[in-house]
């Protein structure tokens, strides 16, 4: 069943080559790639979802690096949208206005020590997603790596 779903598959990318044919030919391709990735589509049914996804992105490529690119795209314009937000309406660092967009991040006001100083969840996507989801919850704010870094040693020196 492996060795002929490779064979498939090897059929199905030699059919998306359709560089110098005619538009006719395109069509009598394109539908035979259609039927084909249907076949295909019911065996790996059985398979798990990441696997169906790894055969989904060899088959299509060019389709799996159009959604990442979407995916990308999207990301960046909500993290503006959530820096803009915590930057009190400005894409800026609310102390010192810094607004080099990949040194600002999402600072925790009150957050000291805890999980949320970790600047890896932080930074990443998903806790912008998570944020804009909640609404904008209050406690934060963006800053500059710089204010990040004077705030923290600040704060060590009270200690
Ligand atoms: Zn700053």
């Known amino acids: 069943m492996k060795k002929e ?6 059929t199905y990318k030699r ?3 359709t560089v110098g044919i005619s538009s006719a030919e395109k069509v009598f391709l394109y539908k035979q790639r259609q039927d084909l990735w249907g076949q295909i589509r019911q065996i790996i049914k059985e398979h798990p ?3 169906q996804m790894a055969i989904y992105r060899s088959a299509h490529p060019e389709r799996a690096f159009a959604q990442w690119l979407r995916q990308r795209d999207k990301n960046r314009n909500r993290k503006v949208e959530v820096l803009t937000h ?3 309406g400005k894409l800026a660092c609310i102390k010192c206005g ?3 967009v990949s040194a600002l991040s999402i600072d925790h006001i009150e957050g000291g020590g805890n999980k949320q100083r970790k600047s890896t969840l932080r930074a ?3 806790f912008y997603r998570w944020l804009k989801s909640e609404g904008y919850p209050s406690g934060y704010q963006t800053l500059c790596m710089n204010c990040q870094f004077v705030k923290r ?3 060590e020196e009270h200690h």
């Open 5 to 10: 779903l490779e064979e498939m598959l090897v």
């Open 49 to 51: 979802k990441s696997i």
């Open 98 to 100: 810094y607004t080099n």
């Open 124 to 126: 990443s996507s998903s």
């Open 15 to 17: 059919l998306v080559e």
């Open 153 to 155: 040693f600040e704060r």
């Open 86 to 88: 915590y930057g009190g």
